[in-house]
């Protein structure tokens, strides 16, 4: 069975950094796709981050290209996202989840097939 596991979140002040950390049992990690998503109180859930190592791309929204950064540890099996100068709009529950039978990154939530229970990122003002 594949499971995700998501750490690492907390509260930060606007323009700290944090890193959340998913971690996947049950998978083949060497052979992965990875996303990152986030849902803001009252909004929907959107796409963050991507990493494929099937065909090495990787993928941000556009609002957090050059603040987050997504690794891949496969002795870990971990995924982590590196958030730096945070702000209060990036408060979110965090989720991770992993696509199977997907090349390349996307931020297409229907093309994930397994889901993490979601780590509480708070950046106060």
């Known amino acids: 069975e594949v499971q995700l596991q998501a750490s690492g979140g907390g509260l930060v002040q606007t323009g700290g950094s944090l890193r959340i950390s998913c971690t996947v049992s049950?998978?083949?990690?060497?052979?992965?796709?990875i996303g990152w998503f986030r849902q803001a109180p009252g909004k929907e859930r959107e796409g963050v981050s991507c990493?494929?190592?099937?065909?090495?791309?990787?993928y941000y929204a556009l609002p957090l290209k050059g603040r987050f950064t997504i690794s891949g540890d496969n002795v870990k099996r971990t995924v982590y996202l590196q958030m730096n100068s945070l702000r209060p709009e990036d408060t979110a529950v965090y989720y991770c989840a992993a696509a199977i039978d997907t090349l390349a990154c996307s931020s297409i939530e229907e093309l994930y097939d397994y889901w993490g229970q979601g780590t509480q990122v708070t950046v106060s003002s």
């Open positions: 049950g998978y083949a990690f060497d052979d992965y796709v």
């Open positions: 990493i494929s190592s099937r065909d090495g791309s990787t």
